[in-house]
């Protein structure tokens, strides 16, 4: 059974920074691509960042500079640290994997910039 679990949400000042975790279990997980989405309120769930089975990774130009995806295949975790967080970077961010025929994402992880 997979399974996604983050953590590390809260609530931080503009400017500030946070580390999200997602652990991952029931997968073989360094062969797998992770990716990072947030879904704001009344918005389309949309892509973060990502992390293949290499290392190699990609972001949204929202995030491009600010944020940093890593993974530890020790530890079956993927990371997102988040910098320079802005008001609209408010959002539940879910980590995702996608298997050959399935897709399972975690329950999400609310992260509210606001002053």
């Known amino acids: 059974q997979v399974q996604l679990v983050e953590s590390g949400g809260g609530l931080v000042q503009p400017g500030g920074s946070l580390t999200l975790s997602c652990v991952a279990s029931?997968?073989?997980?360094?062969?797998?691509?992770m990716t990072w989405y947030r879904q704001a309120p009344g918005k389309q769930r949309e892509l973060v960042a990502t992390?293949?089975?290499?290392?190699?990774?990609n972001y949204a130009d929202a995030v491009k500079g600010r944020f940093t995806i890593s993974r530890d295949n020790a530890k079956n975790t993927v990371y997102l640290r988040m910098n320079s967080l802005k008001p609209e970077d408010t959002a539940v961010y879910s980590c995702?994997?996608?298997?050959?025929?399935?897709?399972?994402w975690g329950q999400g992880t609310q992260v509210t910039v606001s002053s």
């Open positions: 029931g997968i073989t997980f360094s062969r797998y691509a």
């Open positions: 995702n994997v996608r298997l050959q025929f399935a897709q399972y």
């Open positions: 992390i293949i089975s290499n290392g190699s990774t």
